[in-house]
């Protein structure tokens, strides 16, 4: 698998409460944040190990092989989870304009979507 791109931030919840919302993404209908385009499909839970660690299958039809990953330590000396995500392809590389598009899903998924449901 190669790399195609890494992100962290802080996020204001606790690493459990990530590691649900992550791996359950309905989990309070009140709060949705996994709002999925045309091209894209629900992602699986492929690998899991609580509360550190999710890895997703795919959201994209035009890429089934991509998988993300989610690193959730906590953040030394603040509140919050410093989550840093990571998105991985198999050989080939997609074009330019694709690494991007699919750079900034996971970028308004992750650090705004999901950031918002905690009120940030």
Request: aromatic share 8%.
């Amino acid at each position: 698998m190669i790399e195609i791109g890494s992100r962290r931030r802080n996020q204001p919840a606790p690493p459990h409460i990530l590691f649900e919302a992550l791996t359950q993404p309905d989990r309070d209908p009140a709060r949705p944040w996994l709002h999925l385009l045309d091209d894209e499909v629900r992602p699986s839970v492929v690998q899991a190990e609580s509360p550190a660690l999710v890895v997703w299958s795919s959201l994209w039809l035009k890429r089934p092989d991509a998988t993300v990953r989610f690193d959730l330590p906590p953040e030394q000396g603040r509140q919050g989870t410093d989550l840093r995500w990571t998105l991985f392809v198999e050989a080939p590389v997609p074009d330019a304009a694709l690494v991007g598009h699919l750079r900034k899903r996971i970028g308004q998924l992750i650090n705004a979507n999901l950031r918002y449901t905690f009120g940030q």
